[in-house]
């Protein structure tokens, strides 16, 4: 029974129960009907419409009680996502109080090996960042809090927003991040923010795996389908190279798969690896407001 684990152990205990109702009252009717038909054959018609009457009876009250209980699984699963991102709306501000503190340092004159150490320091508070948004949009995943809205848009902006977004994460970790989009404006049809939370985790995997070389953003363009491209020059191509990785990874696939785009992941040890996110072209731009 594997479709009710998600329910609570008393949930469970109530499915089988009805469930074995509905089958001990089946088994029931068929006995009675057939005791009946070989005692009085003039009776066994109606204990038969009897019987299906009440194995009807029954399995209606079954499936009210099915519903009745994935309805408060889902609730609970909604009051549990709602917790989980107080959680992490608390300790995003203690987080964001130490970012303002680390840029002021940044921006200050530093010895260098301060300044490296400022540097990590950055490093490792982006990191936990970062795990927290992985951990909250896991949750939404499970939750179902995340809902799709598919609409016509424009893709130059979204890419240009990421570029000028992870730049300066390239920078600091002495790696390319080159960008290339067509000059003409490229129209998909999809949601654009969970598009931009694909490619951002993408972004984040390729950063962080990339000790030395580049990255490159692109767009290759079809008939109907216009894919997105994140190329790494990566050494270690393995999916499971760290915990982190990994999450950006499921989150990427799990999100990709609600839009309904595919992602792609290919890598070849020691020339890199490369993820691409396939969307559904229009021929019509978007109305501008």
């Known amino acids: 029974m594997a479709p009710f684990r998600q329910y609570s152990t008393a949930s469970r205990a109530l499915v089988y129960a009805a469930m074995a109702t ?12 057939l005791l009946v038909a070989r005692s009085d054959p003039s009776w066994a018609q109606p204990i038969l419409w009897l019987g299906l009457a009440a194995l009807l009876v029954e399995i209606g009250v079954t499936r009210w009680s099915l519903r009745a209980i994935q309805a408060r699984a889902e609730e609970e699963k909604r009051q549990q996502v709602c917790v989980f991102a107080a959680a992490v709306h608390d300790l995003r501000q203690p987080l964001q109080a130490a970012t303002l503190f680390v840029d002021s340092l940044l921006h200050a004159p530093l010895s260098p090996q301060l300044l490296t150490t400022t540097q990590r320091l950055d490093l490792s508070i982006q990191s936990v ?8 949009d896991i949750s939404n995943l499970d939750g179902g809090a995340i809902s799709v ?8 902006a979204v890419l240009h927003t990421l570029a000028a977004e992870f730049t300066s994460q390239a920078v600091a ?3 390319r991040l080159r960008f290339y989009c067509p000059t003409a404006d490229v129209c998909v049809h999809s949601d654009p923010q969970l598009v931009q939370k694909v490619l951002r985790k993408l972004l984040i995997n390729a950063i962080a795996q990339t000790q030395q070389g580049g990255i490159l953003l692109g767009v290759r363009q079809q008939a109907s389908q216009v894919r997105i491209q994140v190329w790494d020059t990566r050494i270690n191509t393995q999916k499971s190279a760290s915990e982190s990785s990994a999450r950006c990874q499921l989150v990427a696939n799990r999100v990709a798969a609600l839009i309904q785009s595919p992602l792609i992941f290919q890598s ?3 020339q890199g690896a490369v993820s691409t996110l396939t969307l559904s072209r229009r021929t019509t731009a978007p109305l501008r407001p």
Not at 22 to 33: M, S
Not at 149 to 156: E, I, R, T, Y
């Open 22 to 33: 509905v089958i001990a009252t089946g088994l029931a009717a068929g006995l009675a009907y």
């Open 129 to 136: 960042r970062d795990t927290l948004d992985d951990l909250l």
């Open 149 to 156: 809205k598919q609409k016509p848009f424009s893709l130059n």
């Open 173 to 175: 970790k002495n790696v």
């Open 268 to 270: 070849k040890m020691g």
